[in-house]
């Protein structure tokens, strides 16, 4: 059995990355991606996928960090893209969660990344928070080719089925743990098992029993029995179908 974690900031988390390296081993987690988030980090995530043999990373300016975003970015998203372990654009997305002063902004620095994502053949990241009308119509409107992944899907069955009906993925968290997540748990049941990922979103969201603590990449397997759980398969399925679903959209 083996697991993938599809988003885990390992650039964040506290202790050295050869201990979660090796937890997250220990726990049948045998390959990691990196999302990025601004420019000043891409320097350092790519150097954690340098040093690890299954770690990867990906490019991508937050929504959060929108106002980080300038004219250059391009040229270092496709500078940096060319490292062997760049398997995507990510994350990237709309957030009106927190700050809503900036939306136009968010949204254009969105659109500027679907685009080059779809110049540089990678698939996509898209991190939505309380966002999912104007992604989706934005992922619309400008991806021509990228395969995408909403990560840490926070939709309800409905807005589900939009992203299934369009070929997407996505990908869930340790939030489906929850006891009060009976919309997720729901979504977690239903979705096609050719379109699920794993991830931990590390050092954020951490499963049940850690819950409030840092996450990390061993976790993922409290995600996935609670999965197996509420779909009645077994731990090894959820393992197999996942794993073979993010080793196809991120060709790793
Ligand atoms: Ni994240």
């Known amino acids: 059995m083996e697991f993938v974690d599809t988003h885990a ?11 979660y390296i090796a937890q997250a081993a220990e726990n049948n987690v045998n390959k990691i991606i990196i999302p990025g988030i601004e420019p000043d980090s891409f320097g350092t995530i790519a150097e954690i996928a340098t040093r690890f043999k299954n770690v990867f990373f990906e490019l991508g300016v937050f929504p959060s960090e929108a106002a980080k975003w300038t004219d250059e970015c391009n040229e270092l998203i496709t500078e940096f893209a060319k490292h062997p372990k760049c398997i995507g654009i990510g994350e990237i997305g ?7 002063s900036f939306i136009d902004k968010q949204k254009e620095v969105f659109i500027k990344q679907i685009k080059l994502a779809n110049s540089l053949k990678l698939p996509i990241t898209v991190h939505d928070r ?7 119509e934005i992922i619309d409107k400008y ?9 840490c899907f926070s939709g309800d069955l409905e807005f589900m089925k939009k992203i299934i009906e369009r070929g997407y993925y996505l990908a869930i968290g340790g ?34 029993p850690f819950r409030g603590k840092e996450n990390q990449p061993a976790y993922i397997k409290y995600t996935a029995e ?27």
């Open 9 to 19: 900031h390992l650039d964040m988390l506290e202790g050295y990355t050869e201990y």
């Open 94 to 100: 709309l957030d009106y969660h927190w700050d809503k």
């Open 130 to 136: 309380d966002a999912h009308d104007d992604t989706l």
């Open 143 to 151: 991806n021509n080719s990228s395969d995408i992944v909403f990560h």
């Open 175 to 208: 939030v489906v743990t929850f006891k009060k997540a009976d919309t997720l748990k729901e979504v977690a049941q239903k979705v096609p098992l050719d379109k699920l990922l794993l991830e931990t979103d590390s050092p954020y969201l951490a499963p049940a």
């Open 226 to 252: 609670e999965i197996a759980r509420l779909r009645n398969i077994t731990v090894s399925e959820v393992a197999e179908a996942t794993t073979a679903n993010a080793e196809k959209v991120f060709k790793i």
